[in-house]
C-alpha cells in the first residue's frame, strides 16, 4: 500500500497516534502487517499487508484510525510478488 497523510500530519495525527501504533503492533502480532512507516519527509506511507485479497486488504487499511481520521487522505493497493 502507498498512501498519503494530510497537511500539517504531525499535529493532526497525535490525538489518533497510540489507537494507530495499537491496531498496527495487533495487525501485526496476527500476522496481517509485515512492515509500514512514513516516508521520510511525511508526507507518504508505505505498507505490506498480508490478505487473501483485495478487499481484506482494504478493509485493513480502512479500519485503521489514521483512515478514519483523515489522517491518511488516500491510497492504492499494489498486489505483491516477493521474488526474494
Known amino acids: ?7 500539517q500530519v504531525l499535529e493532526k ?12 503492533q495487533r495487525l501485526h502480532r496476527a ?5 509500514i512507516g512514513p ?3 511525511l508526507t507518504q506511507v508505505f505498507g505490506i499487508y498480508i490478505a487473501a485479497d483485495e478487499a481484506a486488504a482494504r478493509n ?9 481520521n483523515q489522517i491518511w487522505t ?3 493497493i499494489y498486489e505483491w510478488i516477493q521474488a526474494l
Open 13 to 24: 495525527r497525535a490525538p489518533h497516534r497510540q489507537a494507530h501504533l495499537d491496531n498496527l
Open 31 to 35: 500476522g496481517q502487517v509485515f512492515t
Open 1 to 7: 500500500m502507498w498512501g498519503t497523510y494530510c497537511d
Open 74 to 76: 488516500s491510497y492504492h
Open 60 to 68: 485493513l487499511i480502512e479500519s485503521d484510525p489514521y483512515w478514519q
Open 39 to 41: 516516508t521520510q519527509d
